[in-house]
C-alpha cells in the first residue's frame, strides 16, 4: 500500500507517494534521478550507497524509504552548492582519491559524515573510520590524504 512520505531531499523539502517498504537507494536513484548513490552489495556492506541521514552516514540500501519521513536527506548530489564543489569533493579531486569512481560518491558522504562527527581527525582516524567502505582500485593513501585535506579546508571555512 502506498504512503506519502515527506522528507527534505538535498535541502529541498520533498513529498513522494510510495510503497515505503522500497528502500531509499531505489527511490533516490529511479524516483528522483539521483544516481551518484551506487548500488553496490544491496546488504549495507560495500558503502557505495551511503548518503547523509539527520548528519549521519547510512546505507541507503537498506533503509525503507519509509523511515525518512521528516527527516533530512543528503545525497552526493546536493553536497556541492550552487555548482561549486564541496571541501570534500574537491579534495578527492585535488588529491587524484579515485580510480574507477564506482565506489567514490559513497566514499565521499562516508567521509564527510566521518568530518561532521570529527573534524580534526588523525590518519589512524581516518582509515579506522572509512573501513567500512570498500574500494578496490587502490586508491586508499590518496583517499586519506583526501579527507585530511578537507578536513583542514572545512575547518578553515567555518
Known sequence: MEEIVQFNL??????????????????????????????GCGIGFCGACTIILDNEA????????????GKKVLTIEGLAVNGK??????AFMEHDALQCGYCTPGMIMHAYGLLL??????????????????????????????????????????
Open 85 to 90: 564543489p564541496h571541501p570534500i569533493q574537491k
Open 58 to 69: 547510512v546505507r541507503s540500501c537498506l533503509l525503507p524509504i519509509g523511515d525518512v519521513a
Open 10 to 39: 538535498n535541502g529541498r523539502d520533498t513529498e513522494i507517494t510510495i510503497d515505503p517498504t522500497l528502500t531509499l537507494l531505489w527511490v533516490l536513484r529511479d524516483q528522483f534521478g539521483l544516481t551518484g548513490t551506487k548500488y
Open 117 to 158: 562527527k570529527n573534524p580534526e581527525p588523525s590518519r589512524q582516524e581516518v582509515i579506522d573510520g572509512m573501513e567500512e567502505n570498500l574500494c578496490r582500485c587502490g586508491a586508499h593513501i590518496r583517499i586519506i590524504e583526501a579527507i585530511q585535506s578537507a578536513a583542514r579546508e572545512m575547518k578553515k571555512g567555518q
